[in-house]
């Protein structure tokens, strides 16, 4: 796992952690390659800081939404760019309303069916066109992975991209 630029376990990481240490890197490396447009959360967590680590020295924004603020007491450990480009916004995440446009979102909120569904309906014509839905507990969560598949073969909104570990990768059609 990369945090600051550096392979590193810091201390501070171990109470927001909520993937493993593959699923972050797989996230960072993802990220990092995908060098176009801000990126939205749903959830927030240890995904946050490496997708702020992902994008250091960009002017690229990462808005995280969340009930809470997660990364309160973490905040004094984050350089003050990571600080700066993060737009935590406090509401429920099936309700948010955002004007902002996004080149990747990772929804890693509520992993109901129901709740899968509109968190990614609430935010979908946020995505820009051709842009990337990174979907958490994918294959460890029924809801996740039913709404996944049917997103990419019922609907034929998305087009399946990859799978890593838990988490699969869509593409906007």
Same mark, same amino acid.
Request: charged share 30%; proline share 1%; net charge negative.
């Given at each position: 796992?990369?945090?600051?630029?550096?392979?590193?376990?810091?201390?501070?990481?171990?109470?927001? !952690?909520?993937? /493993?240490?593959?699923? $972050?890197?797989? &996230? @960072?490396?993802?990220? %990092?390659? +995908?060098?176009?447009?801000?990126?939205?959360?749903?959830?927030?967590?240890?995904?946050?800081?490496?997708?702020?680590?992902?994008?250091?020295?960009?002017?690229?924004?990462?808005?995280?939404?969340?009930?809470?603020? !997660?990364?309160? /007491?973490?905040?004094? $450990?984050?350089? &003050? @760019?990571?600080?700066? %480009?993060? +737009?935590?916004?406090?509401?429920?995440?099936?309700?948010?309303?955002?004007?902002?446009?996004?080149?990747?979102?990772?929804?890693?909120?509520?992993?109901?069916?129901?709740?899968?569904?509109?968190?990614?309906?609430?935010?979908?014509?946020?995505?820009?066109?051709?842009?990337?839905?990174?979907?958490?507990?994918?294959?460890?969560?029924?809801?996740?992975?039913?709404?996944?598949?049917?997103?990419?073969?019922?609907?034929?909104?998305?087009?399946?991209?990859?799978?890593?570990?838990?988490?699969?990768?869509?593409?906007?059609?």
């Amino acid at each position: 796992m990369r945090l600051n630029g550096e392979n590193l376990k810091l201390e501070w990481f171990n109470p927001i !952690k909520q993937m /493993d240490d593959e699923e $972050y890197t797989f &996230l @960072d490396h993802f990220v %990092r390659t +995908k060098t176009y447009g801000n990126i939205l959360e749903i959830g927030q967590g240890g995904s946050t800081v490496i997708l702020l680590d992902a994008t250091a020295d960009t002017d690229r924004l990462v808005y995280s939404v969340d009930l809470k603020f !997660k990364l309160k /007491d973490t905040m004094k $450990y984050l350089p &003050l @760019d990571y600080v700066e %480009r993060l +737009k935590f916004i406090q509401e429920d995440s099936q309700k948010v309303n955002l004007k902002e446009k996004f080149g990747m979102v990772l929804v890693d909120g509520e992993h109901t069916i129901t709740g899968v569904r509109r968190d990614t309906m609430n935010i979908w014509m946020n995505l820009d066109d051709n842009g990337y839905m990174l979907f958490h507990d994918y294959a460890l969560q029924e809801g996740v992975t039913k709404f996944v598949d049917d997103l990419c073969n019922r609907f034929n909104q998305a087009r399946f991209i990859q799978q890593e570990k838990n988490i699969a990768v869509v593409q906007k059609l």
